[in-house]
């Protein structure tokens, strides 16, 4: 069981930065993949970015690539989205997912855990 509370969400205009914070509770972080979705409203629930459970290996949705940057401390249970370049697009729910499939899933259901979101908002 993981239990994952995310921080950092706010208010921000276009061209701004945010970073996100998720913190793990629970055995065996280092384990999981962990990952960051996103939910606008009247829309799915959409991919962001993961990072693996060794750290190297991450994986960006095509419109946050070069903007956004994933990072985990596994000695902290923490992994961290740090936003850049902030666009209203990016206007939000933003969730943090854990998952223990094969490699590093892009849709929901490769995530096992998942925490109770922050909002993100960007104005123009």
């Known amino acids: 069981q993981v239990q994952l509370v995310e921080s950092g969400g706010g208010l921000v205009q276009a061209g701004g930065s945010l970073r996100l914070s998720c913190a793990a509770s629970?055995?065996?972080?280092?384990?999981?993949?962990m990952a960051w979705f996103r939910q606008a409203p009247g829309k799915e629930r959409e991919f962001v970015a993961a990072?693996?459970?060794?750290?190297?290996?991450?994986q960006y949705a095509d419109s946050v690539k070069g903007r956004f940057t994933i990072s985990r401390d596994n000695a902290k249970n923490t992994v961290a989205l740090q936003m850049n370049s902030l666009k209203p697009e990016d206007t939000a729910v933003y969730y943090c997912?854990?998952?223990?499939?094969?490699?590093?899933?892009?849709?929901?259901?490769?995530?096992?855990?998942w925490g109770q979101g922050t909002q993100v908002t960007v104005s123009s």
């Open positions: 997912a854990a998952g223990r499939q094969w490699g590093i899933p892009t849709l929901t259901r490769g995530y096992d855990y």
């Open positions: 990072i693996a459970w060794s750290g190297p290996r991450t």
């Open positions: 629970g055995r065996a972080f280092s384990t999981y993949t």
